[in-house]
């Protein structure tokens, strides 16, 4: 059956054979989403056709008389055929059978496991041939678990029959281990074998052609993302199926968006149906990115990074995510609205990085080709930005590093470094361009780079700083009308100094202007820019991480302003408010 869990289904098939005698329960366990119940039904329908199965779930049972109607009802329609022969009515009493346990040694018995006779009608069977019981969800079944141990044990020791309990026992209480080996005679582990099971389900358990289709694409993503619950996946790509069916066909045929929709799914349905978020909370992944007091901060910084995906640019919209995943709800109309919006559905031209980053899912043919090409841009030194330019360098890392291609690291290291450098020259800000104030520094185009912690990439990463910081320096002068320019446009200036745009890349816009300078300014302004003024000023110096040089202008300003407050009564009535704010600002990132 599956390749992991080989040793489990023939050991199974070894305790089920007919000619192999036991007295014991075996039992199957496994981490929760593992695939346990997928996995044993599986094997009870590839099982011969003489081995039957009776298959009853506990989860939800809070006695015993409620397995007592589910084996009633699974046996039922076996009641009338020629395999079972009753003996007649045995009173439940004329039948005693007791395993007795002693825990802790001293040689008397502390806890009885009695095994009691089910009431379904039925005091005895007299033969059950081949057929065995698998219960199912055991940690999940609120009856006692000593209690439920006895039930089962009737089975085994008074009828011989064969029993499989099913159970991640990491959620069972411990106190039931110590009389577990009275009834449990092997107990076996599944571990999840993502592969063979997607496989499986590509095949038999999802009608969705396109799921098929995509298949490969998905066990890919699911090894690289190392995806092992395969409940939650199942989930997902049901998910998916379903935003397929009610999809315009032109959006069917676009491959592109098809592998971002079912990212997107199995990304947001994994964070939610482990509890990680809720499903409400979907719509905030985009802002907690860079907001590291948000309470899923962390979160979407994982999604983002685990999968890849642009949590700006989800192929739906934020509604149609909780209403799909939260609350099941689906409407087609607005599925193809969102879609319709979406960069996934324009006629753009997709830039050859991005088609690499998933590189797993490609062709041979088409891996080549667009290797190809970018060997082409690297010799050219042809890049549309600098961070395509690390979006390829981290590829081709990876790739090296996977054994895809031989080419020789420190060459790529030098010829990275070329490239930098020729576009630093001629835009010495442009390494700002992307890493924008308060943002991280590992990801463009919405997509994490590939090998961002490697050794290499990150000197390489530092080359582009140190010869952008050096660019900048030597460019200071070419700066300073632009920046003394801006404290004619207030909203822009406020704008700048709050982080929310950069000018030229440059982030240390204090520096340019002399305290008294921007002191004599402020005392220009209306009051309502003044206000505004000084709440920019306490954003940015609690909220952004700056450069040292402007904590040193910050120091100057207050000492400026302070020694002024009490002698210059002009002072005080223009600057109170920014008083106020400068008494505490700027003190978190010192």
């Known amino acids: ?23 014991f329960a075996v039992m199957l366990t496994g981490e929760w989403g593992v695939g346990k119940t997928y996995y044993i039904k599986e094997f009870i329908g590839k099982l011969e056709p003489d081995k039957k199965c009776i298959y009853v779930s506990l989860n939800g049972i809070s006695n015993k008389s409620e397995i007592d109607h589910e084996l009633f009802r699974n046996l039922h329609p076996i009641l009338s055929s020629d395999g079972f ?12 059978a007791t395993v007795r346990v002693d825990i802790d040694g001293d040689g008397k018995s502390d806890v009885d496991i009695k095994s009691e006779i089910p009431n379904i009608k039925i005091s005895s069977l007299k033969r059950l041939g081949d057929k065995f019981i698998v219960f199912d969800d055991f940690e999940r079944c609120s009856i006692n678990k000593v209690e439920l141990l006895g039930y089962i044990n009737f089975f085994v020791e008074q009828f011989g029959i064969k029993v499989i309990i099913v159970c991640n026992e990491d959620e069972v209480d411990n106190a039931y281990r110590d009389i577990k080996e009275k009834v449990v005679g092997k107990t076996l582990k599944l571990v999840s074998d993502v592969d063979s099971a997607l496989k499986d389900f590509f095949n038999h358990g999802n009608k969705c052609h396109l799921v ?24 997902a790509l049901d998910e998916f199926s379903r935003v397929v069916d009610v999809m315009d066909p032109e959006y069917v045929e676009n491959n592109y968006l098809c592998k971002a929709l079912i990212k997107n799914t199995i990304a947001l349905s994994y964070y939610v149906n482990s509890g990680k978020i809720l499903a409400a909370e979907i719509p905030d992944l985009w802002k907690a990115l860079y907001k590291e007091e948000h309470k899923v901060h962390d979160q979407a910084q994982r999604i983002n990074k685990e999968f890849g995906i642009d949590l700006f ?54 891996f080549d080709s667009l290797k190809e090409e970018v060997d082409k841009k690297i010799i050219n030194k042809d890049f549309e930005s600098l961070g395509e330019v690390f979006q390829i360098f981290g590829w081709y890392l990876q790739i090296i590093k996977k054994n895809i291609s031989d080419e020789s690291t420190v060459k790529l290291k030098n010829d990275f470094e070329i490239i930098i450098d020729a576009r630093l020259r001629s835009n010495p800000l442009e390494f700002y361009d992307f890493k924008f104030i308060g943002f991280g520094c590992d990801s463009y185009g919405g997509k994490v780079f590939h090998s961002a912690k ?33 404290l004619l446009d207030h909203k822009r200036f406020f704008n700048v100094i709050k982080g929310e745009e950069l000018i030229q890349g440059y982030d240390r816009v204090m520096i340019f ?40 202008w910050l120091s100057d300003f207050k000492n400026y302003l302070y020694g002024n407050k009490e002698g210059v009564g002009l002072f005080y009535h223009h600057a109170r408010v920014l008083y106020e704010i400068l008494e505490n600002v700027g003190l978190q990132n010192q």
């Open 85 to 96: 022969v009753f003996a007649g009515n045995l009173l439940k009493n004329s039948l005693k």
């Open 313 to 366: 640019d989800l192929v739906l919209s934020s509604k149609d995510w909780v209403d799909l995943i939260g609350d099941g709800f689906l409407e087609g109309q607005s599925i193809n609205e969102s879609i319709s919006n979406s960069i996934y559905s324009r006629s753009i031209e997709i830039p050859v990085w991005d088609k690499l980053w998933d590189y797993n899912s490609l062709s041979p043919k088409n």
């Open 212 to 235: 098929k289709s995509l298949g490969g694409y998905v066990i890919d993503l699911c090894n690289d993302k190392k995806i092992i619950n395969l409940r939650i996946l199942f989930f």
């Open 454 to 486: 490697d050794d290499l990439f990150l000197e390489v990463w530092k080359y582009a700083h140190e010869i952008s910081e050096k660019r900048k320096e030597e460019s200071y002068e070419e700066y300073m009308d632009i920046f003394k320019d801006l």
């Open 1 to 23: 059956m599956t390749s992991k869990n080989q040793h489990i289904t023939e050991y199974l098939k070894y305790y089920l054979d007919k000619d192999h005698y036991s007295n």
């Open 513 to 552: 202007y002399g305290y008294k300078e921007i002191f004599d300014w402020y005392v220009s302004l209306e009051y309502n820019f003044k206000y505004e003024f000084s709440e920019s000023i306490k954003k940015r110096f609690n909220d952004l991480k700056l450069h040292d040089s402007e904590r040193v």
